[in-house]
């Protein structure tokens, strides 16, 4: 087997089981959080190495019952879970592949996100309100929360500028990549004499800074008075 993964199941077995006996982490928010997030960035792998075990022992059962049966309906179905095991094989050991690279720390973050009207004038407050509206309506569809935080519009229906907040685990790694200029080439509909013009739209999406617990001890507290004279 291609895939030896036991230790991350391991470790997935003991957060459950850690949730469920130690009744003293859902007292500590920040422990509690930490193994929340640990244990959600390892169930996807988890999931797909109990598919890739069961796959390959489809396939070498399979095996076994071609070298031994002599029975044609069972070789028949042996073959037929061998080519479904064969072709299942590749594309879980990709799949794997890809959960086993590192990951970004910020990924299951909420996000900020700014889009902001560049150069084009009327054109590019258009092409950022387009833009706003495919954001917002794509984190609809993943489930996401969606807040909008500030919002200026221009005389014409588009957007100056729009800050929204996205909630929801995996926010950032859906977004991240979608930082930075964006550019429209088309005529506008107020072009009279059909030439095209260039737009442009920035974007800054920003991971959610996280709630620190600050702990203020008395001897840390000066306090002065003082009279004007």
Same mark, same amino acid.
């Given at each position: 087997? %291609?895939?030896?993964?036991?230790?991350?199941?391991?470790?997935?077995?003991?957060?459950?089981? *850690?949730?469920?006996?130690?009744?003293?982490?859902?007292?500590?928010?920040?422990?509690?959080?930490?193994?929340?997030?640990?244990? %959600?960035?390892?169930?996807?792998? !988890? $999931?797909?190495?109990?598919?890739?075990?069961?796959?390959?022992?489809?396939? $070498?059962?399979?095996?076994?019952?071609?070298?031994?049966?002599?029975?044609?309906?069972?070789?028949?179905?042996?073959?037929?879970?061998?080519?479904?095991?064969? $072709?299942?094989? =590749?594309?879980?050991?990709? /799949?794997? %592949?890809?959960?086993?690279?590192?990951?970004?720390?910020?990924?299951?973050?909420?996000?900020?996100?700014? !889009?902001?009207?560049?150069?084009? &004038?009327?054109?590019?407050?258009?092409?950022?309100? *387009?833009? @706003?509206?495919?954001?917002?309506?794509?984190?609809?569809?993943?489930?996401?929360?969606?807040?909008?935080?500030?919002?200026? @519009?221009?005389?014409?229906?588009?957007?100056?500028?729009?800050?929204?907040?996205?909630? &929801?685990? &995996? +926010?950032?790694?859906?977004?991240?990549?979608?930082?930075?200029?964006?550019?429209?080439?088309?005529? =506008?509909?107020? /072009?009279?004499?059909?030439?095209?013009?260039?737009?442009?739209?920035?974007?800054? !999406?920003? =991971?959610? +800074? $996280?709630?620190?617990?600050?702990?203020?001890?008395?001897?840390?507290?000066?306090?002065?008075?003082?009279?004007?004279?």
């Amino acid at each position: 087997m %291609k895939f030896n993964l036991d230790a991350i199941v391991d470790e997935y077995r003991s957060i459950e089981n *850690e949730l469920s006996t130690d009744a003293s982490i859902f007292s500590d928010p920040g422990r509690l959080k930490k193994v929340m997030r640990r244990k %959600k960035s390892l169930e996807r792998t !988890v $999931e797909l190495y109990g598919q890739y075990r069961t796959v390959w022992a489809n396939l $070498e059962e399979a095996k076994q019952i071609l070298a031994t049966e002599k029975d044609p309906e069972m070789i028949m179905m042996a073959k037929e879970q061998l080519s479904e095991s064969e $072709e299942k094989i =590749p594309v879980l050991e990709e /799949e794997l %592949k890809i959960e086993l690279l590192p990951k970004d720390p910020n990924d299951d973050k909420n996000i900020i996100l700014e !889009v902001r009207a560049g150069a084009g &004038g009327d054109e590019a407050a258009l092409f950022a309100r *387009e833009l @706003a509206n495919a954001y917002m309506n794509f984190a609809r569809e993943q489930g996401f929360g969606l807040e909008i935080l500030d919002e200026n @519009a221009s005389e014409v229906g588009g957007l100056k500028e729009i800050i929204m907040k996205i909630s &929801g685990s &995996g +926010a950032y790694s859906k977004f991240k990549y979608e930082g930075g200029t964006h550019r429209v080439q088309r005529i =506008p509909e107020t /072009e009279a004499k059909g030439r095209v013009h260039t737009s442009t739209v920035t974007v800054a !999406v920003l =991971p959610e +800074a $996280e709630a620190l617990d600050v702990e203020i001890r008395d001897d840390d507290i000066e306090i002065t008075a003082c009279r004007a004279s």
